[in-house]
């Protein structure tokens, strides 16, 4: 069906779907970096319209989401250096002007990858290795005395 993951890695450490195979350097990029959906729309918009600048006021106008859900993804991603940020009077404006090619480049890719394979985007930022989850659950469990 579609984008699930058959879960296995192809040679040089990328992640192999039903759909194909996605980058080693993607995948870690998306694990890494987007922590999200709201946080990759976020991106992606201002990569759509990278001439313009935004108020987080009109990122959560134009997403409809919260302001301070926003406000908070726009802080992450300037401070990620995935956008840039310039101070006025009416607070900060947000552009899109990643740090180097590099990361521009993957994120047209993740975007690209977003538009054609939107499952295994959402896998790749929801989904995480059991172990992961497990340690993440054995630091709330109660030891016994």
Excluded: C, N
């Amino acid at each position: 069906m579609g984008d699930q993951q058959d879960r296995g890695s192809k040679p040089d450490g990328g992640l192999r779907t039903s759909s194909g195979p996605i980058p080693t350097e993607l995948v870690q990029f998306i694990q890494e970096h987007v922590s999200s959906l709201e946080q990759l729309e976020v991106m992606f918009l201002l990569r759509d319209t990278a001439a313009r600048e935004w108020r987080a006021e009109e990122v959560s106008r134009e997403l409809g989401s919260s302001l301070m859900s926003i406000g908070r993804r726009l802080e992450h991603l300037a401070e990620a250096r995935f956008v840039k940020v310039r101070p006025t009077e009416r607070g900060p404006v947000y552009q899109h002007g990643p740090e180097s090619e590099e990361i521009a480049a993957l994120i047209d890719a993740a975007a690209k990858l977003y538009k054609e394979r939107r499952l295994a985007v959402i896998d790749l930022v929801y989904g995480r290795p059991e172990s992961d989850l497990r340690a993440f659950s054995d630091a709330f469990m109660l030891k016994k005395k």
